[in-house]
C-alpha cells in the first residue's frame, strides 16, 4: 500500500502496520510468566509480522530480567505463533478478534495522539531505514503529519542477534 501511495506521489510514512498486536501478546505472556503488572509491561516487538520475522524484545522489558534464555526462546514462539493458537483454539471457525479489537484501540489511540500535537510512541511496521529492508517493525513516534520519527533499534543481545 506504501509504495501505491508513493507512485500517487502521497506520502508513505502515512502507511502503518498494526505491530501493537505482537507488542500485546508478548506483554500479556510475560505478564503470565512474571505477575508484573501488566500496565507497566512494554516489550517492544520488531521485524515483521508473521513467524519468525516477529522478534519480541524481551530484553528491553525490565520484568523479564530474570527469565530464562529457555523461557524467553518459548516465549518469542509464543508470540510467533498466537494467531495460529487462537485459531486452532477456536477450532478453525474464528480468529483473534478481541486481541485485535484492543491493538488496533491502542495504536489508533498513539496516532490521533500524535495528530493532536500529543507524540506517542508504538511499534509499528513502517517504510523505514533503519535495516536494509525498506519495511521495518520497530518503535515509531506518532506527531502532527503522522510517523514523525521512526527510532533507531535498541541495543539488543546476543540471542535477539541470531
Known sequence: MARLYE??????????GV??????????????ATGAPVDSINVPVIGGHAGKSVLPLF??????????LELRKSLDVRVQDAGAEIVRAKCGKGSATLSLG??????????????AGNRTTECAFVKSNVTELPYFASPV????????RVHQLPRLDNYEKD
Open 59 to 68: 530484553s528491553q522489558e525490565k520484568a523479564c530480567a530474570d527469565l530464562s
Open 102 to 115: 484492543y491493538a488496533g484501540y491502542l495504536l489508533g489511540s498513539a496516532v490521533l495522539n500524535g495528530l
Open 19 to 32: 505491530t501493537t498486536l505482537d507488542v500485546v501478546r508478548a506483554n500479556k505472556f510475560v505478564f503470565e
Open 141 to 148: 513516534t506518532f506527531g502532527p503529519r503522522g510517523v514523525d
Open 7 to 16: 507512485k500517487k506521489g502521497l506520502d508513505p510514512r502515512r502507511i502503518i
